[in-house]
């Protein structure tokens, strides 16, 4: 069971706009609407930041994003923050015997 | 609000099993799904299994034989069974709440290290 595919790195300057993306298959991220997003700072716990590709549960700023397109979906965040330095990871059902599957993560810099 | 609360961290030896808990509160148990995620050090997050509110389970291929998941309604807790631990199952261990396919609340985590 293969993680979905992330890059390790993504960085921007405050006040830009950056993306990551997260690529599986149709058996995964293509085939249901059912990506999440979660930021982990380093020694905490993951924070879920987007759930159904593109929702945001109450209290994450809408500087956050999702969006899917075929098999990759992409998380934006717009106005980067310091605080917004962390590690991303995506989350996709999947159909088969391993029901849930993570993306193997992105370090977002603050430059 | 809701809250997770895990059981402290474990020192296990190769081959042993260890048993985490999760213990709930500020929502209704019987409602929800509750996961196990693990983190290694220095690495991502792995999806291990989940377990409904009828206490049916599903595992992760990866740890097929090795883990139970088992949940107390009475006392509102989940538990984590790991066997057979080697030296590359040192992680965090975390439960997660699920909602809408997604995990909305994690437990604090904890560290089981194996080591002999």
């Known amino acids: 069971q293969s993680a979905l595919t992330q890059p390790a790195s993504v960085s921007g300057s405050p006040g830009q706009s950056i993306t990551i993306s997260c690529t599986g298959t149709s058996s995964d991220v293509g085939g249901f609407n059912y990506v999440s997003w979660y930021q982990q700072h380093p020694g905490k716990v993951p924070k879920l930041m987007i759930y159904?590709?593109?929702s945001r549960p109450s209290g994450i700023p809408d500087r956050f994003s999702g969006s899917k397109s075929g098999n990759t979906a992409s998380l934006t965040i717009s106005g980067l923050q310091a605080e917004d330095e962390a590690d991303y990871y995506c989350?996709?059902?999947?159909?088969?015997?391993?029901?849930?599957?993570f993306g193997t993560g992105t370090k977002v810099t603050v430059l | 609000q809701v809250q997770l609360v895990q059981s402290g961290a474990e020192v296990k030896k190769p081959g042993a099993s260890v048993k985490v808990s999760c213990k709930a509160s500020g929502y209704t148990f019987s409602d929800y799904f509750m996961h196990w995620v693990r983190q290694a050090p220095g690495q991502g997050l792995e999806w291990m299994g989940w377990?409904?509110?009828?206490?049916?389970?599903t595992y992760a291929q990866n740890f097929q034989g090795r883990v139970t998941v088992t949940r107390d309604t009475s006392t509102r807790t989940t538990y984590m069974e790991l066997s057979g631990l080697r030296s590359d199952d040192t992680a965090v261990y975390y439960c997660a709440r699920e909602s809408n396919r997604a995990h909305d609340s994690w437990g604090q985590g904890t560290l089981v290290t194996v080591s002999s």
């Open positions: 989350m996709s059902y999947r159909r088969g015997s391993t029901p849930y599957v």
């Open positions: 377990i409904n509110p009828y206490s049916g389970t």
């Open positions: 159904e590709v593109s």
